[in-house]
């Protein structure tokens, strides 16, 4: 053998060398870059995952509060119903004067005018009244019903902010 197939040779060989060290490291990298992507596939994976469940869960929180709302809006609706039918039976009951509002009129001690006894056609015993007049009663009537109706608005504004906090 010369000199010249001994170089050859030895060319040859680290060329070879060269070749499989670069396809081993070039596996080796493949295989680390094939497992980092794996677990990032995982670990995306699990995230949605966790966004679902939380989906999921404030989607029937969401559920649960709108039925409560709506359990709460049709007591309110059948509450002021039911308070509008009372008020339109005794404003109907002051319109036909089967019914008559009256006041209690204060007596002073020493008598003031007013007399301090009944009249005989009555049967109330007691402090002397004095009846109102059907227009002024119908006027009292319909600011008691505003106020009822108030009273029931604010009740279901609670409920509502109650409904909300929880």
């Known amino acids: 053998m010369s000199v010249l197939d001994w170089r050859v040779a ?29 677990a990032y596939g995982r670990e995306r994976e699990a995230a949605a995952l966790a966004v679902i469940d939380w989906q999921q869960a404030e989607q029937t929180r969401r559920r649960d509060l709108e ?4 359990a709460s809006d049709q007591t309110h609706q059948k509450e002021m119903t039911n ?3 009372a008020q339109a039976r005794l404003r109907d009951r002051l319109a036909t004067a089967d019914l008559r509002l009256s006041v209690l009129l204060a007596a002073p001690a020493s008598g003031g005018g007013l007399p301090a006894t009944t009249s005989s056609s009555g049967v109330v015993h007691g402090a002397t009244r004095a009846q109102l007049d059907p227009a002024h009663a119908q006027r009292i009537v319909g600011i008691t019903d505003d106020g009822d109706q108030g009273l029931i608005a604010l009740q279901a ?8 906090a929880r």
């Not at 039925?67 to 709506?70: E, I, N, V």
């Not at 504004?157 to 909300?164: F, K, N, P, T």
């Open 157 to 164: 504004c609670q409920a509502y902010v109650r409904g909300i």
């Open 10 to 38: 030895l060319l040859l060989g680290l060329g070879l060398g060269g070749a499989a060290a670069w396809q081993w490291q070039a596996n080796s990298y493949g295989a680390q870059l094939s497992a980092q992507a794996s």
């Open 83 to 85: 308070v509008q039918q």
């Open 67 to 70: 039925s409560r709302l709506q």
